[in-house]
């Protein structure tokens, strides 16, 4: 057979949390699986590959019980000429074991070429601290989410390249957010190594994200494979959860008329920003350095104009969240002065100043996890109408908010739906349209498409240009640079580092 075909469902407590008719992989062929949050991606890609919980799933796979399908050849055939790269890294890794010892362990025990897979995926990095990193014992802060994700993805692809010339049709090579963690240089160096493979010896991947500007990575520096390559969507729909073809030019044209609106909207001269923010600031005895330029020579005060979104970069880690939180008031510790609407801001501003005259009121923040943000006991209706806004939200004004993000039939089910049963997607979006909703002076963005499909990611950014247009500044740190790349233009993007 060409393909690998599942049928899945997949049910908790009565409830079920995964149908899915049909979810086929062409064999030999790269397959780039995209969706929401929390649809359902991971848990199907973990029940083929026979990773669900038993004791706490019902799961069938194919009309087999889950028990049945486990003893199947083909599930035996999968986990031992595959390879399954886990979202949280840490689901991966022993403890109890370095991270030496793990990558030469079971199937790698005397392989000679990991080292030089390591040290390709470390670039720039010494072999002694590469040794160092080795070292370790993991644990949940260290090393890093980043280096734990390129370690696993060493080991993947170590396991293909002891491939046979002619690889056996079960092997099935599963990237679940494989740069989640990682820079877009890293993440690029991830897909070049992987293709590069690819090229040589043809074998099965499914590659889950929801970084959609891996469509432009691939569709222009590896277009000689295109052919090979399946974009596809999981979608809901009225029968459960549905596989949809998702056309490349799609997304790269939709950035590109991104880029056409930015360019057409510039600053006046002249304008006074919302917020400034002075280049150097002090976090838990880190000093964080705001520059114009990449390499961080020149320090320059960050502003914030009105009507304009400014972008932050910078590499994972090096503290971009901590930033917006230390804008915000919610870290207060160290040296640190900004001015909001002409009020000074600085390290010895109290909370009670915050609280009264700052959050909510002349300043919001969309965090990256809506967990953090969220009442996971309330419901969307209560988390909405309960926000403190000049004019109390009406019925009709409800609607209309939540009619920005979701579907009206949609909205029908969830809206007094306790929040912690959401999935993330739907957590994600009540959290924006909670952030929007207060209609601050400025608005700061803590990955605002985490966990978005398409659909979602194009209506939050309208939402975005409707806000600025209105006079809001944002404030944008994400992991989807060229979205934000384009939105913000050169002429405000600014880079942190950490010295």
């Known amino acids: 057979m060409d393909q690998f075909t599942f049928d899945i469902k997949i049910v908790a407590d009565g409830k079920p949390l995964v149908d899915i008719r049909d979810f086929s992989l062409q064999r030999n062929r790269v397959t780039i699986l995209l969706g929401e949050s929390g649809i359902g991606k991971s848990l199907s890609s973990r029940g083929i590959y026979g990773f669900l919980d038993r004791s706490e799933l019902t799961v069938t796979v194919n009309g087999l019980a889950y028990e049945d399908y486990l003893h199947t050849d083909q599930v035996r055939g999968i986990r031992r000429d595959g390879f399954f790269v886990f979202q949280e890294p840490s689901s991966h890794l022993n403890p109890l074991m370095t991270l030496a010892d793990q990558i030469g362990e079971g199937s790698f025990s005397g392989v000679p070429g990991m ?10 990095t010494s072999g002694e601290d590469l040794d160092s990193i080795l070292s370790i014992y993991p644990k949940p802060y260290r090393p890093s989410g980043g280096e734990k994700q390129r370690i696993l993805l060493a080991m993947a692809l170590e396991k293909i390249d002891m491939l046979p010339d002619s690889p056996t049709p079960e092997a099935l090579f599963v990237f679940d ?19 590069d493979r690819y090229r040589k010896r043809p074998f099965t991947v499914l590659l889950i994200t929801h970084d959609y500007s891996m469509i432009s990575r691939i569709s222009g520096w590896h277009r000689d494979i295109m ?3 399946q974009f596809r969507e999981l979608t809901r729909g009225e029968c459960g959860l549905a596989f949809h073809d998702f056309q490349p030019g799609t997304y790269t044209a939709w950035v590109d008329d991104l880029r056409r609106s930015a360019e057409s909207r510039r600053a006046p001269h002249g304008q006074e920003p919302l917020l400034t923010i002075e280049p150097r600031l002090e976090v838990f005895g880190r000093t964080l350095v705001i520059t114009k330029d990449p390499g961080g020579k020149i320090p320059e005060r960050l502003a914030v104009p009105p009507g304009r979104m400014v972008f932050v970069k910078a590499p994972s880690g090096t503290g971009k969240t901590t930033l917006v939180k ?19 801001l600085t390290g010895e501003t109290p909370r009670r100043f915050w609280q009264e005259q700052v959050w909510g009121k002349r300043m919001t923040m969309v965090f990256q996890h809506a967990d953090e943000a969220l009442n996971m006991h309330s419901t969307m209706r209560k988390t909405l109408l309960g926000l403190p806004l000049r004019v109390p939200l009406t019925s009709k004004g409800l609607s209309r908010l939540i009619g920005d993000l ?14 912690r049963l959401l999935s993330g997607g739907q957590k994600q979006r009540l959290n924006l349209l909670r952030g929007l909703a207060l209609d601050t002076d400025v608005l700061i963005l803590d990955e605002p498409l985490n966990g978005l499909d398409f659909e979602s990611a194009t209506k939050v950014i309208s939402m975005l240009l409707r806000k600025m247009e209105a006079g809001m500044g944002l404030l944008v740190i994400s992991h989807n640079e060229e979205i934000f790349d384009a939105l913000a233009g050169a002429d405000q993007t600014y880079y942190l580092h950490a010295v």
């Open 115 to 124: 080292p030089e897979v390591l040290r390709t995926l470390w670039e720039g």
């Open 227 to 229: 052919d090979k390559v």
């Open 177 to 195: 957010e494989p740069s989640g963690s990682l820079d877009n240089q890293y993440r690029d160096l991830f897909l070049s190594l992987l293709l």
């Open 406 to 419: 979701f579907e009206g039939s949609e909205a029908g089910v969830l809206l007094d739906k306790n929040i």
């Open 326 to 344: 230390r804008v915000m008031g919610l870290i207060q510790e160290g040296a640190f002065e900004a001015t909001l609407k002409g009020m000074p």
